[in-house]
């Protein structure tokens, strides 16, 4: 079954500090996007970075780097140099090739706060 | 210009009632979405459209009737409204579905009820 892992469902890092938040997928389709999306409490959701199952290089947006580990089928989103305003609920997603839907599966979520 | 919005932000309404919640998008997409998000913040597909064309019910109970006019916007109806309901739900666009095609959000709606 396709599924989305997030273990962590909370986390804190110093403000300036990197943090990792991890997620992990499950399918066996072989064509697959995975996004990571960002809720602050206002509640809106706010698209960060992608990466697609057949990219070679890791993508990186900015602070935002994705640590893509296709064998152990983890794709953990990498906030350097936090900010203040980084606090916020992360979502990790999956898109699978094989639909044409094009619907997203998410997972539970974390929430991250930053310490000044 | 706000690409992706939702009315209204807050619905607040008592079991039993009738109730839409409207969505536009102005990215020229072709697809768009309806996903609810619970309390426990777990976000779950509803309804994709295509080109006006249904492409995804996810097993929503028929109270729940998307409606697409045109290409712009998805509308979600509520018929009988259950406390279960309450919810925030979030309309989507994206362009087609291909996989680097990310899905933008609109605000959410937060639905109560009573």
């Known amino acids: 079954a396709q599924k989305i892992t997030q273990t962590q469902p909370g986390m804190f890092v110093q403000e300036k500090e990197a943090v990792t938040l991890d997620c992990t997928y499950d399918?066996?389709?072989?064509?697959?996007?995975l996004f990571w999306y960002k809720q602050p409490s206002s509640g809106e959701m706010i698209f960060l970075i992608y990466q697609g199952s057949y990219d070679q290089q890791n993508a990186t947006e900015g602070r935002y780097s994705l640590n893509f580990q296709k064998a152990r089928k983890s794709a953990n989103l990498v906030i350097s140099a936090s900010q203040l305003g980084d606090s916020a609920m992360y979502f990790c997603a999956m898109r699978l090739g094989s639909s044409n839907t094009g619907k997203l599966i998410f997972g539970q979520g974390t929430t991250l706060q930053v310490k000044p | 210009d706000t690409a992706v919005s939702q009315t209204p932000k807050y619905l607040v309404t008592q079991m039993g009632n009738d109730k839409s919640i409207k969505c536009e998008q102005n990215l020229g997409h072709d697809t768009m979405y309806w996903y609810k998000q619970d309390s426990k913040k777990f976000l779950k597909i509803m309804f994709s459209?295509?080109?006006?064309?249904?492409?995804i019910n996810e097993t929503v109970p028929n109270r729940f009737s998307p409606k697409s006019p045109d290409k712009a916007h998805l509308n979600l109806h509520i018929n009988s409204l259950e406390l279960g309901d309450s919810a925030v739900y979030f309309c989507?666009?994206?362009?087609?579905?291909?996989?680097?095609?990310?899905?933008?959000f609109g605000d959410g709606t937060r639905l109560s009820i009573l």
């Open positions: 399918t066996s389709d072989p064509s697959y996007g």
């Open positions: 459209y295509n080109n006006k064309e249904l492409i």
């Open positions: 989507a666009s994206s362009q087609g579905s291909k996989l680097n095609q990310p899905q933008h």
